[in-house]
């Protein structure tokens, strides 16, 4: 069903994406990778819905998205520019039952994101959190640059605070200064380095542009994890 939520919140993640915090009166709860169907309605009827991954763990009554803005889109650049606090959206989920985290699992964990395809990951390293959880994650994030990095204080924070979490980056365009790896696209050397041997058994999610994934996918296959364990949530050309 819809919903009808309400912007409470924005912050600006880089210069081209933000995260909005709704307020959703009746929202059943949600799991750390599922997403939402936000519908945009104009004066004349016309309307518009695209689908974003939830960005928060799961909480009572709000959800928040982090949007990359799409060059030429009509519902992105909206929503980090145009929607004002306090006005309403609808909003539909939460939807999805495979790419999700459950914090009852005590299978190691590897997240394997690409641009803003963090964000479902991002939900799960906050859950894992909240929870209290042990279990071992492991994240490595394909990113262009260090100025496109999505949650950027917050993962130097959690490097830090949180125990049993590692975070590995791999900049395809831009390092910083003094980077001591290769700059490129995410390969099977980087992988190997930072993630789980295949042999743990790892609950592997990969989640970025189309092309990311399967070559993502398929280098975890050829490392000898089960398909079964490797899943997948893809999304539109854009990336790194």
Known sequence: MWRTATL???????DTASTMVFDVPGWPGHLPGQHVD??????????????????????????ELTVQRVADGEVSPYLIEGLPVGAPIEMRGPVGGWFVWRDTSTDPVLLVGGGSGLVPLMAMIRARRAA??????RLVYSVRSPDEVLYADELR?????DRGLDIAFAYTRHAPDGWPGAVGRIGLATIANHGWPPELEPACFVCGPTGFVEAAANILVAQGHHPRKVKTERFGPSGP
């Open 157 to 161: 924070r959690r490097t830090r605070d």
């Open 132 to 137: 209290g959880s042990r279990v071992p994650f």
């Open 38 to 63: 936000v519908r945009l309605t104009a004066p004349d009827d016309y309307s518009a819905m695209r689908s974003y991954s939830i960005a928060n763990e799961p909480q009572v009554s709000r959800v």
């Open 8 to 14: 409470i919140e924005r912050r600006r993640e880089t």
